[in-house]
Nanobody, 121 residues
Framework: QVQVVESGGGLVQPGGSLRLSCAAS????????MGWYREGPGKERELVAS???????KYADSVKGRFTISRGIAKNTVYLQMNSLKPEDTAVFYC???????????????WGQGTQVTVSS
């Protein structure tokens, strides 16, 4: 099986920074991409940032220039550096991994349990 585990959320003041971490583990054959999504209060889950196995990144317009996604050396980890945080960034952040497990032909999406990020003074 596969586990996706996030860490790094918390409470921060507006203008502050946080770094989220995510690691995928288990019987993984290959990882196509990893990314971060968020669900704000009363909002639908939306893509924040993603990175492919080739290193191509994608960002939501609302976070461009403030957030940076990167991969770890092991390639099964991903980080989200969040700077200049705003109250509207308050949300539960979920890590997503699109990967193929050892005995499967097709890739599938796996999700972490979510980590709360609260931006408030």
């Amino acid at each position: 099986q596969v586990q996706v585990v996030e860490s790094g959320g918390g409470l921060v003041q507006p203008g502050g920074s946080l770094r989220l971490s995510c690691a995928a583990s288990g019987s993984i054959s290959s990882i196509n991409s990893m990314g971060w999504y968020r669900e704000g209060p009363g909002k639908e889950r939306e893509l924040v940032a993603s990175i492919t196995s080739a290193g191509t990144t994608k960002y939501a317009d609302s976070v461009k220039g403030r957030f940076t996604i990167s991969r770890g050396i092991a390639k099964n980890t991903v980080y989200l550096q969040m700077n200049s945080l705003k109250p509207e960034d308050t949300a539960v952040f979920y890590c997503n991994a699109n990967l193929r497990i050892a005995w499967s032909f097709n890739p599938d999406d796996y999700w972490g349990q979510g980590t709360q990020v609260t931006v408030s003074s």
